[in-house]
Each structure stands twice: as structure tokens, then as C-alpha cells.
């Protein structure tokens, strides 16, 4: 015995009409082509961060910037006699650097420096297409 007493009696179709399939195919698909440039981005970006994260200083070591100095050696009077290492620098504290320096690094960097937040996603879809073009 069925449960439902109108299941043996025919009525109306439940399937929609063509140009409905139709629409929501196109729709579906579009929507797909869509999404997955979306999820491809996700996944690599995903797969990128899980690479580098374990690779990344910690906070700390950021703090704490030592950078390679040449080794001086000076006589007793105080005079150098020499230097020795790979890199010639001088360590020159951020207060001593003139602010004409500070902008014109700047100015070639990143003209936008002080109006976003940290990253500059105007500059990188500009690099991007620039990239891409070249």
C-alpha cells in the first residue's frame, strides 16, 4: 500500500522547460569559469605559504638586524690598517639619514608608500600586467 495516495495518479511534469535548462546551464557553467581561476589562486597560494612559512624568521630575529660589517683592524694609535669580508658597509642609523634621501628611495620604490597599508595591490596587478606584456 502506498503512503502517498496521489502517487499512482499521473500529474504534472515536474521538469522544467528548455529555455530554464538552458539558462541555468549557462549560468552554471559560467559561474564555474569563473570560480576556478578563484580556486586555483587559493590552492597555489595555499601550497606557497605552506612552502614558506616554516622558512620565515621569526619576529624576533627581525627586531634584533645585524647586518654583515667588514672586519676593521686598527693600529694601537687608533688608525685603520685594513678591512677584510665580502661586503664593504657602514652601518648608518635611520636618524642620520636625510629625509630627502628617505623620499627619494621612496619616490622609486613605492610613490604609494604611506597610503596603503603594507601591501600595494595597485602596484602589483600594474607589475603584473607589466610582466605579462613584456
Known sequence: MPSDPSAGTP???RRRPAWQ???IGFFAWTFG???APVATGVAIGGVALAVAYPNLPDISDLSDYRPKLPLRVFSAD????????EERR???PIAEIPA???NAVLAIEDA???SHSGVDYKGLVRAAVANRAA
Not at 687608533?78 to 669580508?85: A, D, P, R, S, T
Open 33 to 35: 569559469i569563473a570560480l
Open 112 to 114: 604609494r608608500f604611506y
Open 11 to 13: 500529474g504534472p511534469s
Open 78 to 85: 687608533n688608525v685603520m690598517i685594513g678591512e677584510f669580508g
Open 100 to 102: 630627502v634621501m628617505k
Open 90 to 92: 657602514q652601518l648608518t
Open 21 to 23: 535548462r538552458i539558462l
